[in-house]
């Protein structure tokens, strides 16, 4: 595998076929839902998901009542609080994931992209005829 450090906090690991990439930064995560090319809206080719945990983060979520509450270092030190990212592009096999320091206002951003992205896989994936008749 190959890996190296690019812009906007990307680390590039490479395998054979396909690509992960590491995220450290809420710029990489804008760069990719909320930057001037995509004038603020969602490709509908990437999806967003957060507080994904895995050995890169937590289960936590901005939306969680707890999520604001700060934590503590060693030393008593109030962290800042951050979040689990995973961005998946289906068309190309490759992921971005991390964990991120985020603001409120960064937070909401995040929260809103996520709901674009269960809106734009629920418009893919429509409930079945019988599932339709159920809920009437």
Do not use: C
């Amino acid at each position: 595998m190959v890996e190296y450090r690019g812009p906007n906090g990307f680390v590039w690991r490479r395998g054979t076929h396909y690509e992960n990439i590491a995220i450290d930064s809420f710029a990489a995560v804008e760069g990719v839902f909320g930057s001037d090319d995509h004038d603020g809206e969602l490709y509908e080719g990437n999806w967003l998901f957060l507080g994904t945990s895995g050995v890169h983060g937590t289960y936590a979520h901005p939306n969680d009542p707890d999520f604001w509450d700060p934590d503590v270092d060693g030393e008593g030190k109030p962290l800042p609080p951050m979040v689990t990212v995973l961005i998946v592009f289906p068309r190309i096999v490759s992921m971005r994931y991390g964990h991120i320091e985020v603001t409120r206002e960064q937070a909401a951003k995040l929260v809103e992209w996520e709901r674009r992205t269960a809106e734009e896989i629920a418009s893919r994936n429509p409930a079945p005829a019988s599932a339709e008749k159920e809920e009437r």
